[in-house]
């Protein structure tokens, strides 16, 4: 087989960078847009924030089909138990059989998740259940392979009691730091903000994100110098 066509051929992965933020009030999920097949981009503005109650969404990373198909079952299994409840599920309960569905079949799913949402009880709340089907309760988590890229960030960005906007501005802030990084991450950033108003969707194109360190245009740099038309020789 010829090589290139290898990579068109091989399962399709989001690669990612998925983020769940905490704030006072709510939760504002985030992720980026880029999904790849072997070394070739199928999809440059995928969504992959996923609904799976009104109250309750689900950021998927790592294979998409596994994922998909993760997020179909939790979203009948959260139907059934609504309907027999009379009235919404809470996070911790998808959470639980996002966990539940992970860790049955972790020898056959390769997909890492973050499921957040807000409901009267508890209020705002992130789970993190990455691959293997642990869940832990996180004031944030992230995900995908752009992750790596953001534990430090996120140990000295983050702090107790922000305000919606300011969620939401590290959210997009961090999803774009590691687009800069891992070219795994692209596209545009879509969040999610849920609180006891309901859910807000934004969307954030690729040309509005901030450029960071090899992104921005050279300044004074030998590239300027040699690329400019003067002949005269450089001095120092």
């Known amino acids: 087989m010829d090589p290139s066509m290898a990579d068109l051929n091989a399962p399709h992965s989001m690669g990612t960078t998925i983020i769940g933020v905490t704030y006072d009030g709510g939760v504002v999920l985030g992720a980026d847009s880029r999904t790849s097949t072997g070394m070739y981009v199928a999809n440059r503005a995928s969504d992959k924030i996923t609904q799976l109650t009104d109250n309750v969404y ?3 990373s790592g294979s998409a089909a596994d994922s998909q198909v993760v997020a179909d079952y ?3 299994h959260l139907h059934q138990h609504t309907i027999s ?3 919404p599920t809470t996070v911790k309960v998808a959470a639980n059989i996002v966990r539940q569905i992970s860790y049955s079949n972790k020898n056959m799913l390769q ?7 807000w ?4 209020g705002g709340k992130i789970y993190g259940v990455p691959l293997g089907g642990t869940i832990i309760e996180q004031p944030f988590a992230i995900g995908g392979s752009g992750s790596s ?4 960030f996120f140990d000295q960005a983050w702090k107790e009691g922000m305000t919606k906007d300011e969620a939401e501005k590290l959210v997009v802030k961090a999803v774009s730091l590691a687009i800069a990084r891992d070219g795994a991450s692209g596209g545009v950033v879509r969040t999610i903000i849920i609180n006891s108003d309901g859910v807000t969707r934004n969307f954030y194109p690729g040309d509005s994100l901030p450029l960071w360190h090899e992104e921005l245009e050279p300044q004074n740099s030998l590239l300027d110098i040699l690329s400019s038309s003067s002949s005269e020789p450089m001095v120092t």
């Open 58 to 60: 689900l950021c998927r």
């Open 74 to 76: 939790v979203r009948y």
């Open 85 to 87: 409840l009379g009235q």
């Open 111 to 117: 997909t890492g998740m973050i499921v957040g949402g």
């Open 119 to 122: 409901d009267k009880y508890e």
């Open 149 to 152: 890229y953001l534990y430090g």
